[in-house]
């Protein structure tokens, strides 16, 4: 069964070479397809040097330059895989863990297979926090579950909504057809809204302990932006993800710790940053309810601050 690896590439000149180099010879059936988002340094010319060199099954797409979510969507319609895979053209792989973690996953013939990250921080590795947590979880699986189940044990408020980047994930390309999942174009945040659209319809899900994606922790990176015009997109864009996710909440008639926390702080967050009041913010958390005795002690604490703002 083929894996499609898209990698979105721009202005990555100084990483994409260690980048592509931790996906040659996986010893699995994959296809390569690197989306060049417009890059104006020499990433471009990096991959088309490492192209010449791969004698494996490679694509290269040049586009206008549109954000994360257009390369990766391009790299959707272009992939003929039967699962995906997207890495961050500044990160990498290890390739064993990666190859396990591949084989386990189809073998398992999950819509979702949810790895493991390390850190890199200058030069070295370093394990994430997060992963004792769900290790400790995981061993009180018993097989597999759906999206709404994996998202009640695993995303908790308390470890901060954990892992919902999709490059940690390994996802069936007809689940995302059949459902019309894409990524949102034009935003920030986009894998939380991504990854928990793909959690309210999965039907078999699985989280695998393999730390196979390694994520480098940049400086410079859209994270760390103190860019003022940047973080007010952000905020905004925060209103844009609880509006959508209350949306589906409605639509599929759920209402989860998980996802009813995640639209109050995200609302909260953009209301308050910007100090205006909001009708729609104060109908949807007024649809968000409360199932676990720790959400209860948070939404008193969420519906003080709504008198405030809303």
């Known amino acids: 069964m083929k894996i499609s690896i898209i990698v979105p590439v721009y202005n990555v000149e100084k990483y994409i070479s260690k980048c592509l180099n931790s996906i040659k010879n996986l010893d699995i059936d994959y296809e390569v397809i690197i989306v060049n988002d417009g890059s104006t340094d020499n990433s471009l010319e990096i991959v088309n040097e490492f192209a010449s060199k791969y004698d494996g099954e490679i694509k290269i797409i040049t586009k206008e330059n549109g954000g994360l979510s257009s390369a990766r969507n391009i790299g959707i319609l272009n992939a003929t895989g039967s699962y995906l895979f997207f890495l961050d053209s500044d990160d990498y792989i290890d390739k064993l863990l990666f190859e396990s973690f591949v084989k386990e ?153 998980f996802i009813d926390s995640l639209i109050i702080e995200l609302l909260l967050t953009s209301v308050m940053h910007f100090k205006t009041k909001s009708a729609d913010a104060r109908q949807i958390i007024s649809g968000c309810r409360r199932l676990t005795i720790k959400s209860k002690i948070r939404v008193f604490i969420y519906r003080a601050l709504s008198l405030i703002c809303f």
Do not use: M, W
Not at 110 to 133: C, H, M, R, T, W
Not at 149 to 166: L, P, S, V
Not at 174 to 202: M, P, Q, R, S
């Open 105 to 257: 996953v189809i073998s398992d013939n999950v819509d979702i297979g949810f790895g493991n990250y390390q850190y890199l921080i200058d030069g070295k590795l370093k394990p994430n926090s997060e992963a004792v947590y769900r290790k400790k979880i995981s061993k009180k699986e018993n097989g597999l579950v759906n999206g709404l189940t994996y998202g009640n044990r695993y995303f908790d408020k308390a470890h901060n909504f954990i892992n919902t980047e999709a490059c940690f994930l390994l996802i069936k390309k007809v689940f995302l057809t059949d459902n019309n999942i894409v990524f949102k174009e034009g935003i920030y945040h986009e894998d939380t809204l991504f990854t928990l659209t793909c959690l309210i319809v999965a039907q078999k899900v699985r989280y695998y302990d393999s730390p196979f994606y390694i994520y480098r922790k940049r400086d410079d990176s859209i994270i760390n932006t103190r860019d003022p015009k940047i973080i007010e997109k952000k905020i905004r864009d925060k209103l844009i993800i609880a509006q959508e996710l209350f949306a589906l909440k409605e639509k599929h008639q759920i209402s989860l710790t």
